[in-house]
């Protein structure tokens, strides 16, 4: 079992930065491919960044890559999402997912565990 909880969202303008956090429980965290995910209003959730075990391989979506960076510190077991010149349609809740395996998958239906999610507001 893994447990995700978020923190680090709020309100914030249009250009500015976010750093959110991901607290992991578990003895497995250190092997678990990592993912951030977004859901709008009204939306789908849709994949944002994912990280494998080893922090040596990431990917992100089109529409944040250039501006959001996905780390992670297995010692403290915390994954890391850094998200710079935010705009307004970063408006979301933001989840943080694990999966067992190394793969990276942008699909939600691959990860096997999620965080109750950390709004993010960007105002214009």
């Known amino acids: 079992q893994v447990q995700l909880v978020e923190s680090g969202g709020g309100l914030v303008q249009a250009g500015g930065s976010l750093r959110l956090s991901c607290a992991a429980s578990?003895?497995?965290?250190?092997?678990?491919?990592m993912g951030w995910f977004r859901q709008a209003p009204g939306k789908e959730r849709e994949f944002a960044a994912a990280?494998?075990?080893?922090?040596?391989?990431?990917d992100y979506s089109d529409s944040v890559k250039g501006r959001f960076t996905i780390s992670r510190d297995n010692a403290k077991i915390t994954v890391y999402l850094q998200m710079n010149n935010l705009k307004p349609e970063d408006t979301a809740v933001y989840y943080c997912?694990?999966?067992?395996?190394?793969?990276?998958?942008?699909?939600?239906?691959?990860?096997?565990?999620w965080g109750q999610g950390t709004q993010v507001t960007v105002s214009s």
């Open positions: 990280i494998s075990w080893s922090g040596g391989n990431t």
């Open positions: 997912a694990a999966r067992m395996g190394s793969r990276i998958y942008a699909d939600p239906g691959r990860y096997d565990y």
């Open positions: 578990g003895r497995t965290f250190s092997t678990n491919t």
